[in-house]
C-alpha cells in the first residue's frame, strides 16, 4: 500500500504505510475501546464478564469461522452446557490511509 505525502509537505514523494487493523470491543452499541492486537480486546471483555458473573466460562465464537476478520461474540456456557451469548462482540476494524470512493458501493 503506498501513497502520497501531504500538499503541506511539497513533495510528490510516494511513502509506503502498513496496513493497520484495530480490534473494536463492544457490548451492543456501546463501542468499548480500541486495540491494536485481538488479545487485548478479549482481555477486557472477559475482565467485564468475570466482574459480572464470577467464575464464568467463557468461548469466543465467530461469525464466519473462514474469514479470520469476521467478528466473534463472547459466549458463556450457561447450565446444560449450551453456549448463550453475552452481547460482547469483537469487531476487526480495517483503518484505511486513503479515500476509495468505490468502497462504499
Same mark, same amino acid.
Given at each position: ?7 503541506? /509537505? =511539497?513533495?510528490? =514523494? %510516494?511513502?509506503? $504505510?502498513? /496496513? &493497520?487493523?484495530?480490534? @473494536?470491543?463492544?457490548?451492543?452499541? *456501546? ?7 485481538? /488479545? ?7 475482565? $467485564?464478564?468475570? @466482574? !459480572?458473573?464470577?467464575?464464568?466460562? *467463557? %468461548?469466543? *465464537?465467530?461469525?464466519?469461522?473462514? +474469514?479470520? $476478520?469476521?467478528?466473534? /461474540? ?7 452446557? &449450551? ?9 476487526? %476494524?480495517?483503518?484505511? +490511509? ?6 462504499? !458501493?
Amino acid at each position: 500500500m503506498q501513497t502520497h505525502c501531504t500538499a503541506w /509537505e =511539497k513533495t510528490d =514523494k %510516494v511513502i509506503a $504505510l502498513p /496496513e &493497520v487493523t484495530v480490534y @473494536r470491543p463492544s457490548h451492543g452499541a *456501546l463501542p468499548l475501546g480500541h486495540y491494536s492486537n485481538p /488479545e487485548a480486546a478479549r482481555a477486557h471483555v472477559t475482565a $467485564l464478564l468475570r @466482574r !459480572e458473573e464470577l467464575g464464568a466460562l *467463557l %468461548v469466543w *465464537l465467530a461469525d464466519d469461522l473462514d +474469514d479470520p $476478520l469476521s467478528p466473534v /461474540e463472547a459466549h458463556r456456557f450457561a447450565r446444560g452446557g &449450551v453456549p448463550q451469548p453475552t452481547g460482547y462482540v469483537i469487531t476487526p %476494524v480495517f483503518i484505511a +490511509d486513503h479515500y476509495a470512493p468505490t468502497a462504499d !458501493e
